[in-house]
């Protein structure tokens, strides 16, 4: 079965700081990878998505995550966080069989000082 | 278009009673998934269903959860006898392809049982 690890639960930091969160995924054939985000009180959003080719995908609002098929990792990444960016952030991995299911990490709770 | 809709957005009911959720997916989408969010257990995919069909209700807790797509556009999860521990939000979920794909997330259903 698909596992996703994000081993930050929480992560605070002040305004204009770089951000990278962890996310690892199980070995599972076909790798298709996502990040979503959930504002306080609403519905998850996808940030970015990889399916193949150029392992560094951008995404909305300047974030920008890395494949690295050697490490089995999917990080995202924002050179300078704002106090919007304020959020639960997901990492999933989708299923390679013919399901197709995703399956989400535990989240990271970001929280931005301003 | 509207995006995923859910009914009710809040539900606060007493212990035995029975709750029914819905979702109406995204026009043309094929698959649609329930999930369930808990402080304790994150994310948990309770049953998705490909094409109105159900492909895996592994996820579902017990025999007290059952849920039903009768048509492409509709979609109800039912909790009969309702219990204390079921408060969660309780997210509807569209995708357009069937095997693989963004998901396009409603806005949830905030359960509550006393």
């Known amino acids: 079965a698909q596992s996703v690890s994000q081993h930050n639960h929480h992560v605070i930091l002040s305004e204009a700081a770089s951000l990278e969160l962890g996310c690892n995924y199980s070995y599972g054939g076909t790798v298709n990878l996502f990040w979503y985000v959930q504002y306080p009180g609403q519905h998850l959003q996808l940030l970015l998505k990889y399916f193949s080719g150029d392992p560094l995908v951008k995404g909305i609002k300047g974030f920008e995550a890395e494949f690295i098929k050697s490490k089995f990792s999917f990080n995202l990444r924002k050179p300078s966080v704002q106090w919007s960016d304020t959020a639960e952030y997901f990492c999933a991995d989708e299923d390679s069989g013919s399901a197709r299911q995703l399956t989400f990490g535990s989240g990271t709770q970001l929280t931005v000082l301003p | 278009d509207a995006g995923v809709i859910q009914s009710p957005r809040h539900e606060v009911t007493e212990m035995g009673q029975e709750v029914t959720l819905r979702c109406k997916p995204i026009s043309g989408h094929n698959s649609l998934f329930w999930y369930r969010q808990t402080m304790m257990r994150g994310l948990e995919l309770l049953i998705y269903?490909?094409?109105?069909?159900?492909?895996?209700d592994s996820g579902m807790p017990e025999d007290r959860f059952s849920a039903k797509m009768p048509n492409a556009s509709f979609s109800t999860l039912k909790i009969q006898p309702s219990e204390p521990r079921d408060s969660a939000v309780y997210f509807c979920?569209?995708?357009?392809?069937?095997?693989?794909?963004?998901?396009?997330f409603g806005e949830g259903s905030r359960l509550t049982v006393l």
């Open positions: 979920a569209s995708r357009q392809g069937a095997t693989t794909g963004e998901l396009f």
């Open positions: 269903f490909n094409n109105n069909v159900p492909i895996d």
